[in-house]
């Protein structure tokens, strides 16, 4: 009871300052109203003075009085001029903000324009963007159009308005002004402000992943971002207000749409791609056909410069022109050959490009960039009578012969390229019957001598068995050879692990190229270097009569076969060179002989394509590629056996270290030798002398029986 009498006068006293300050105002609304509740009242200038209390009432400001704007009113009938309402004693930070604005040119009338009739004044969200037409009427009917305004009208309260853009209410300025929202330098974070919200997407249809970020890292984020305002922002592409998605055939980045989009700022470009092969067919209507963003990416536009572009010399035959080209169903569907692109890639041009190179021939580099057109068009940069120009321009001199020939023809086709194709087949046919028949060979005589498991003794004497001249020449060959291996190979499979190491450089510095150029330099000093040795020695060049093949080396390879397989007990005795070592010694001549004409034709490619037809580089392509498999399991599988693995010279013949070799290993296997380096050791002899003796002196090998000090039952086949 005691709290109730205290509150009763509280509530009573509240009410009373209800009564005195509402219900005057609201007594004198109905004043108000005695007059401009009149639809036919007008001023003196015939302009409406009705003020329909319905509508004002449902305004933003139906809850204030006549007199909270009228202030000055304070009697009745009030004066006829009366000042203009000030909404600043209300709305004083928006009055203070709306001169600085883009619409503070409108002066006082500037909360009207945008507001609408005073006493009809609706909420922001409600009024846009259909007041923001009173003025500016294009761009709404074009927003109306636009994706934006789909969603809004769909329901969809994240859709932006004018606001959202443009910025609040009272402080939108100019485009044109550094600090606006939509500023060519500010656009990207206004996009941002959605397009970049992970919430926002995750709840939206977009299409691509990380729009905003792609485009920042962009050639033309980043020209924007420098305040280059030249350089295209969001709405260059997408235009400001009739924002469309890219299925909408009135979008400016609809497939069909883009060339005229890009063209905008790359007019020049854009009319030479319309002549272009592609242009003529998207005027067409062949969907499948490459406009600007298939080959330059849509926000990720990158300078051809940059390694990760798409249209980087080293990625754009593969990631760009590949992506169609090699395209089973687009080849299908428009008749396109489909072994064009793995043609290139085979090609020299392609490997050094998968390899890094940024100054070997690509796709545009031939056909062109933006100009492309059909090889039997004579504009095409392709066309038979262009392409001493084109090809020119890397190889200067370049003739017209090489053109006769087909380009992108893969080795095995065998109608466009018969020689090349018959070279593929017959090393096809040679590699596997060598290589098998050095595996088998070997693999015998291993397992051979591991059963019988009677090893030369190791006494650690030694006989001379090559002198200074033929080390020198091994040694070349020793370093040369596997520099050639590895930095050919690396060519051929740039993507393997040991090949990238040697390929880190390769956008820069051509570091394979030059070390297998030079290493094959060094090979030829070395072969000439033995074939001068041989020329002016008169003593060592006997060697090439003990080397010459016989039939006799048909024998004794029957023979060891015959003894490794335990069909006889005694093996075959050798004279001062076996078999194995004149099979070795004729295949690395002629090796050396075809590698080098086939090297220096390709490395000297000017003059081959000047006076050759282009079969001839690709035949001296395949061979050479062939060949270098051959030689480099030769060396493994044959050479590495006897000179390492061979149970009896293991772990090495240290022969082309110091030119002596193990004793025992002469006598077991070359009886007569023997005798000859135990005489030639007795004797001092110059240094650059050879061991070998005159083959006058040399015994019928019938002679060479076994004797009591040289049992013949553990021989090598090989020798060193």
């Not at 068009?377 to 084109?390: C, E, G």
């Given at each position: 009871?005691?709290a109730?009498?205290n ?28 007059c ?10 015939g302009?409406s003075?009705?003020?329909d209390?319905?509508?004002h ?7 204030l009085?006549c ?7 304070r009697?009745?009938p ?9 909404c ?9 903000d ?8 409108l ?13 009809e ?13 009173t ?23 994240q859709?932006?308005?004018?606001q959202?853009?443009h910025g ?6 100019p485009?044109?002004?550094p ?7 500010n656009?990207?974070?206004?996009c ?6 992970p ?13 905003i ?8 984020g980043?020209?924007?971002?420098a305040?280059n305002e030249?350089?295209?922002s ?15 055939p ?11 989009t890009c ?10 791609y319309k002549?272009s ?7 067409r209507?062949v969907?499948?056909?490459?406009v600007?963003?298939?080959?330059h990416?849509?926000?990720?536009i990158?300078a ?6 798409l ?30 692109v ?8 392609g490997l050094a490009?998968?390899?890094?190179s940024?100054t ?20 095409s940069?392709v066309h038979?009578?262009n392409?001493?120009?084109t ?11 090489f053109?006769l ?20 087949v ?6 596997p019957l ?14 051979a ?17 090559m002198?200074l ?14 520099v050639?291996v590895?930095?050919?190979?690396a060519l ?7 090949a990238?190491?040697l390929?880190?450089w ?13 290493a ?13 040795h041989?020329?002016?020695?008169r003593r ?9 093949p016989?039939?006799?080396?048909l024998r004794?390879?029957?023979?060891v ?7 006889t ?14 099979i ?6 002629w090796g ?12 000297f490619n000017?003059?081959t394509?000047?006076?050759f ?8 392509t ?5 060949e ?21 010279v ?34 001092p002899?110059p ?8 083959a ?6 019938a ?18």
């Amino acid at each position: 009871m005691h709290a109730r009498s205290n509150s009763t006068p509280r509530w009573f006293f509240g009410w009373l300052v209800f009564a005195t300050i509402a219900w005057p105002a609201l007594a004198q609304d109905d004043a108000c109203l005695a007059c401009h509740g009149d639809r036919s009242l007008q001023s003196a200038s015939g302009r409406s003075m009705f003020v329909d209390p319905a509508r004002h009432a449902s305004s933003v400001h139906g809850a204030l009085g006549c007199t909270s704007c009228h202030m000055t009113i304070r009697d009745f009938p009030h004066p006829k001029r009366i000042p203009r309402v000030d909404c600043s004693t209300c709305h004083a930070e928006a009055s203070a903000d709306v001169p600085h604005s883009a619409h503070g040119v409108l002066g006082a009338a500037a909360c009207l324009s945008c507001h609408g009739p005073p006493h009809e004044i609706g909420r922001a969200a409600e009024t846009s963007p259909q007041s923001c037409a009173t003025c500016h009427a294009d761009a709404v009917q074009q927003y109306q159009s636009s994706i934006h305004a789909q969603f809004l009208a769909a329901g969809d309260a994240q859709s932006p308005t004018c606001q959202t853009c443009h910025g609040p209410s009272h402080r939108i300025l100019p485009a044109r002004d550094p600090a606006s929202p939509v500023a060519r330098r500010n656009l990207p974070d206004t996009c941002g402000a959605c397009h970049a919200n992970p919430n926002f997407l995750a709840q939206h249809p977009i299409p691509f992943a990380r729009p905003i970020e792609s485009y920042r890292l962009s050639v033309h984020g980043r020209a924007v971002a420098a305040g280059n305002e030249q350089a295209p922002s969001c709405s260059d592409c997408h235009s400001s207000h009739a924002i469309l998605p890219a299925r909408d055939p009135r979008s400016t980045i609809n497939h069909w749409n883009v060339p005229q989009t890009c063209g905008v700022c790359h007019t020049e470009i854009a009319n030479t791609y319309k002549e272009s092969i592609h242009g003529q067919a998207v005027a067409r209507g062949v969907r499948g056909a490459p406009v600007c963003t298939d080959c330059h990416g849509e926000h990720t536009i990158l300078a051809p410069a940059e390694p990760e572009s798409l249209v980087n010399p080293a990625r754009v035959s593969r990631a760009t022109c590949g992506r169609c080209h090699a395209d089973e169903r687009l080849a299908e569907r428009y008749n396109l050959p489909l072994d064009k692109v793995p043609a290139f890639e085979d090609s020299y041009h392609g490997l050094a490009l998968r390899a890094g190179s940024q100054t070997v021939a690509n796709c545009a580099s031939c056909h062109g960039v933006h100009n492309i057109l059909p090889s039997s068009d004579p504009r095409s940069t392709v066309h038979p009578s262009n392409l001493a120009s084109t090809c020119g321009k890397c190889h200067p001199g370049a003739g017209t012969r090489f053109a006769l020939g087909p380009v992108h023809v893969r080795p095995a086709s065998a109608t466009e390229h018969p020689v090349v194709a018959f070279i593929r087949v017959t090393y096809w046919i040679l590699i596997p019957l060598v290589v098998g028949f050095m595996l088998v060979h070997n693999l015998l005589d291993f397992l051979a001598k591991l059963i019988r498991g009677r090893f030369l003794p190791r006494t650690g004497e030694t006989l001379p068995r090559m002198n200074l001249h033929f080390r020198i020449a091994h040694w070349l060959t020793a370093v040369s050879f596997p520099v050639l291996v590895v930095t050919g190979f690396a060519l051929k499979f740039p993507e393997q692990w040991w090949a990238r190491p040697l390929l880190r450089w390769e956008s820069e510095f051509a570091l394979r190229g030059t070390l297998h150029r030079i290493a094959g330099v060094v090979l030829l000093v070395s072969f000439f270097y033995h074939i001068a040795h041989l020329v002016f020695s008169r003593r060592d060049r006997i060697i090439l009569r003990f080397l010459r093949p016989g039939l006799e080396d048909l024998r004794d390879l029957w023979g060891v076969i015959r003894y490794n397989l335990g069909r006889t007990p005694e093996r075959p005795r050798f004279g001062k060179f076996s078999y194995a070592e004149k099979i070795e010694y004729w295949a690395f001549v002629w090796g050396t002989v075809v590698m080098a004409v086939s090297g220096l034709l390709l490395w000297f490619n000017n003059f081959t394509l000047r006076y050759f037809p282009k079969w001839v580089s690709d035949a001296a392509t395949a061979i050479h590629y062939y060949e270098a498999i051959l030689a480099t399991l030769a060396i493994l599988i044959w050479h590495f056996y006897m000179t390492i693995f061979d149970p009896d010279v293991y772990p090495m013949d240290m022969a082309w270290l110091t030119g002596r070799t193990a004793a025992e290993h002469i006598r077991h296997t070359r009886r007569f030798e023997y005798i000859v380096a135990l005489e030639q050791q007795a004797k001092p002899e110059p240094v650059e002398k050879s061991a070998a003796e005159p083959a006058d002196t040399t015994p019928p090998k019938a002679a060479e029986a076994p004797t009591a000090e040289a049992p013949a039952a553990e021989d090598n086949p090989q020798g060193s």
